[in-house]
C-alpha cells in the first residue's frame, strides 16, 4: 500500500552574519524545532507543514559596544507543491508557499571596555511571505547504487508584516540518496529585496524514514 501521510519531528539550526556598516557586525546562531507533516493530496501532489518553535543567540560589535542578546522564535511554514515528470530522469517541482515568522527579543545591554553601559528596549518582530516558484531536478543513478539529483530553483514572492515588499531568490542544489530511506541534499541560495537588499545563504539537511 502507498503512504499518503508522512508525520515526524523537524529540527533546523542556522548561523547568520550581518555586516550592518563598516564599524558595526552582528553575528547569530539559532534553531527552531516542532512537529512536521507531509500529505499527499493526490497523483504527485503534497501539503508539507510545520509549526516550530527556538530562538537565537547573538553577539554585537560595534566600533565602541558590544555584548550579547537571545531571542524567541515561532514559525509556521506551509507548502504546497506537485511533482512533473519530464521524461524517465527529469522532474518539474512548482511550489506554493506561506510562511509567518514571529522572534522577540527581550530587554538588553551593551558595554564597552570602561564599563560604560546602555540599556536598549527588546521588541517583537514579525514576518508572513508568500511565494511561488520551482526547481528542475534530473537524477543520475551510480554504478555504486546512490541516486545523485542536481537541481535548480527560483521563487518570487511577497513580504508583508513588519518586512513589506517583493523579493526573489535563485538556488542551485545536490542531493544525494540511496533511493530508500535515507538522503543528504546541499544547496547555495542568492536572495534580493526590492530595497536592494542582498542575502547569501548555504543549506545543508538529513533526512531519514522509518
Not at 32 to 37: M, N, T, V
Not at 71 to 99: H, I, N
Not at 149 to 168: E, Q, V
Request: hydrophobic residues 40%; negative net charge; contains cysteine.
Amino acid at each position: 500500500m502507498q503512504d499518503i501521510a508522512l508525520i515526524g519531528p523537524s529540527f533546523h539550526f542556522d548561523r547568520m552574519t550581518d555586516p550592518t556598516d563598516a564599524d558595526a557586525e552582528l553575528t547569530g546562531n539559532g534553531w527552531l524545532a516542532g512537529p512536521y507533516a507531509s500529505f499527499e493530496l493526490g497523483s504527485g501532489v503534497f501539503h508539507d507543514t510545520s509549526l516550530l518553535y527556538g530562538g537565537s543567540w547573538n553577539d554585537v560589535d560595534t566600533e565602541h559596544f558590544g555584548d550579547s542578546f537571545d531571542t524567541r522564535r515561532v514559525m509556521w511554514d506551509s507548502k504546497l507543491q506537485g511533482q512533473w515528470q519530464l521524461g524517465d530522469a527529469t522532474v518539474l517541482t512548482p511550489v506554493l508557499r506561506a510562511v509567518l515568522l514571529s522572534e522577540t527579543v527581550d530587554d538588553y545591554s551593551v558595554s564597552n571596555g570602561d564599563g560604560t553601559q546602555v540599556d536598549l528596549k527588546g521588541f517583537a518582530q514579525e514576518q508572513l511571505r508568500f511565494s511561488v516558484g520551482a526547481e528542475l531536478e534530473r537524477a543520475c543513478l551510480l554504478e555504486s547504487g546512490l541516486l545523485l539529483t542536481p537541481g535548480l530553483g527560483g521563487t518570487a514572492g511577497f513580504a508583508a508584516s513588519d518586512n513589506i515588499g517583493a523579493f526573489g531568490t535563485v538556488s542551485a542544489g545536490l542531493n544525494i540518496s540511496n533511493d530508500l530511506n535515507w538522503d543528504f541534499d546541499f544547496s547555495l541560495l542568492y536572495g534580493i529585496e526590492s530595497e536592494g537588499e542582498q542575502t547569501v545563504g548555504a543549506k545543508e539537511g538529513a533526512h531519514v524514514r522509518f
